[in-house]
């Protein structure tokens, strides 16, 4: 069974802090993607990555960083979190291929304080 | 700015009722993909359309695609209540610039029993 797995399902944190959220996929897959989702805006694209070390801006890259030292693994950094930060974070990975399936973690909500 | 439009946002409707949900842009797509996502988890595939026109059926879903490649629509016949849950379209563009989908707003199903 293909899998996308997220470093945590809920999370709590101050204003200011430094956030690390992790997602890992076994599936070989070249492309991850980092989403946000607020009710009735659907899911928008912050950052993604289509190789290792590899990184491009999404629509909301503002306030976030991203690290992909390994093909499995791939990052978002909060680097000073803030309350308009809070929401459900949903990470993706694809494989190569031009209408390839996303497959998504079960999703991280964090709530910034 | 959503590329993609989705209508209605909320819907909730009796066991056994027809539903149809619409997604709508003013941008050409190449492609076309329906995600269904339930509480607690990210989203899965339900169908990716490419050729404008083309219809698809799953079971008692029926997915379109405009002629235009502009719209797409998702009929559920005789609902149930498993069908409940959040629809997401998300358009891509090919060869892909940035090689990342546009999500829709979403619609929120219930089914009531």
């Known amino acids: 069974d293909v899998k996308v797995t997220q470093s945590s399902r809920y999370l709590v944190k101050r204003t200011g802090e430094k956030v690390f959220l992790e997602c890992v996929q076994d599936?070989?897959?070249?492309?991850m993607f980092w989403y946000r989702q607020d009710p009735g805006l659907g899911l928008r694209l912050i950052y993604f990555?289509?190789?290792?070390?590899?990184?491009e801006k999404g629509d909301i890259p503002e306030g976030y960083s991203v690290s992909r030292e390994k093909k499995e693994r791939f990052s978002l950094i909060l680097e000073s979190a803030s309350t308009n930060q809070t929401s459900m974070y949903l990470c993706?990975?694809?494989?190569?291929?031009?209408?390839?399936?996303?497959?998504f973690g079960p999703g991280t909500r964090l709530t910034v304080l | 700015t959503q590329l993609l439009e989705q209508s209605p946002q909320f819907l909730s409707i009796q066991e056994g009722e027809n539903l149809t949900v619409y997604c709508n842009s003013s941008?050409?797509?190449?492609?076309l993909q329906w995600y269904r996502q339930e509480p607690g988890e990210g989203p899965v595939l339900l169908v990716t359309?490419?050729?404008?026109?083309e219809v698809k059926k799953l079971k008692r879903l029926t997915f379109q695609f405009g002629d235009a490649r502009k719209d797409s629509s998702l009929h559920i016949t005789a609902a149930q209540p498993g069908d409940t849950g959040l629809y997401l379209c998300?358009?891509?563009?090919?060869?892909?610039?940035?090689?990342?989908?546009?999500f829709g707003t979403g619609t929120s199903l219930t089914v009531i029993p």
């Open positions: 599936m070989d897959h070249e492309n």
């Open positions: 990555s289509y190789d290792v070390k590899m990184k």
């Open positions: 941008s050409v797509f190449s492609s």
């Open positions: 998300a358009g891509g563009y090919h060869p892909n610039t940035g090689n990342q989908f546009y």
């Open positions: 359309v490419v050729t404008g026109g």
């Open positions: 993706a990975s694809r494989p190569e291929g031009a209408a390839g399936e996303q497959f």
